[in-house]
């Protein structure tokens, strides 16, 4: 069974940063794709950004509206994959989730995840 855990939310000013990681246990594949989601409070869950993870290498992608501030990478030595998120701005504020999908190396669409973290939370206010 694949369980994921988010970690490192907060509370920001305006402008400020964080790093969000993703720690996935009971994987046993080497191509997989890890995504990141959020929700903003009374908004469906969007779709941030994904790393496709193929043997030792990996691709990221960040959904267009946020990648002149946010960065994914993958951390080896921690085993983990992290959302980077810098100038954070109010409307930034919400649950961020990580996702793992078996059968899709890159997807924006939440159906195609098999396995969701529980969330941690994020607020850029003043």
């Known amino acids: 069974q694949v369980h994921l855990v988010e970690s490192g939310g907060g509370s920001v000013q305006p402008g400020g940063s964080l790093r969000l990681s993703c720690a996935a246990s009971g994987r046993n594949s080497p191509t997989y794709s890890l995504g990141w989601f959020r929700r903003a409070p009374g908004k469906e869950r969007e779709y941030v950004g994904s790393?496709?993870?193929?043997?030792?290498?990996?691709?990221?992608y960040v959904a267009e509206a946020v990648k002149d501030r946010f960065t994914i990478s993958r951390e080896n030595a921690k085993n983990t994959v992290d959302l980077h998120l810098n100038k954070l701005k109010p409307k930034d504020t919400g649950v961020y989730y990580c996702a793992l999908s078996d059968n899709h190396i890159w997807s924006k669409f939440e159906a195609e995840y098999d396995y969701w973290g529980q969330g941690t939370p994020v607020s850029a206010s003043s």
């Open positions: 790393i496709a993870i193929i043997g030792d290498g990996s691709i990221t």
